[in-house]
């Protein structure tokens, strides 16, 4: 059984684990914890994880945003990517993945520099632009909340990254689900348009990789 939640055969995605580099212990202790939640398909793959850890290393980035916490996974994921000097400020509306989240961060030495707001996204982001005067002020932003929110979220985050920076999206292939004509559900179709928007949007270059779930990354263009 392969470890990511790719949508493409199952050889395939066996073979890719097989070539992968190693996942760091203290990540797979947590994504071995959170199997056990009754949401564990809310976790980010190894894959994507893979993929979020270069782009903190390829962009240097010392200040990240995530929107969407779960049980921490991800955020532990760019937080080991990052170095000592970095800050991951991880947002969700669901404090009840906290304990899990935060044990695992202690384990892996990298709690003091995850910070974490709990509240609705599109309120705490703006928070962020309004009061606290970050815009501009971080390097990444990866997003893996409600889906119906990604494309208000992306305007929000299209703010708070610098020139340079880069937009990531988890899901954005819905197990398959955006290109099935016959699904009209509200998220499949949030997803559509944001896909579309991504593909059109002057103010990025953006890529959609077929990595787990789907993983677009977007840089904002100088």
């Known amino acids: 059984m392969p470890l990511s939640k790719s949508i493409v055969p199952a050889s395939i995605a066996d073979y890719l684990d097989s ?3 190693p996942e760091p212990d203290a990540l797979a202790e947590l994504r071995v914890a959170t199997a056990e939640h ?25 200040r990240i945003l995530e929107v969407g916490t779960f049980t921490g996974y991800s955020a532990l994921a760019m937080a080991l990517a990052m170095g000592l ?6 947002i969700d509306i669901d404090s009840s993945y906290q304990d899990i989240a935060t044990t695992h961060w202690k384990n ?9 707001m709990t509240g609705p996204a599109s309120d705490l ?26 494309a208000a979220y992306y305007e929000q985050a299209l703010v708070l990254v610098r020139p340079g920076g880069v937009i990531a999206f988890d899901n ?3 197990r398959g689900r955006v290109a099935d004509p016959s699904d009209t559900g509200a998220r499949t179709e949030a997803l559509r348009r944001l896909n579309a928007l991504l ?5 990025v ?10 993983l677009t990354v977007a840089r904002k263009r100088v």
């Open 108 to 116: 892996a030495g990298v709690a003091t520099q995850i910070t974490t």
């Open 85 to 90: 000097d970095g800050q991951v400020v991880t």
């Open 19 to 21: 070539v992968a580099q």
């Open 125 to 150: 982001l703006d928070d962020l632009i309004l009061e606290k005067g970050e815009a501009g002020g971080f390097d990444l932003v990866f997003i893996d909340a409600d889906k119906e929110g990604y």
């Open 172 to 174: 954005v292939l819905w």
């Open 205 to 214: 270059t953006a890529v959609l990789l077929p990595v787990g779930d789907g």
């Open 38 to 62: 009754p949401l564990a398909n809310y976790q980010l793959d190894p894959q994507g994880a893979q993929v979020l850890r270069l782009l903190t290393e390829l962009i240097g980035a010392r």
């Open 199 to 203: 593909r059109d949007d002057e103010r």
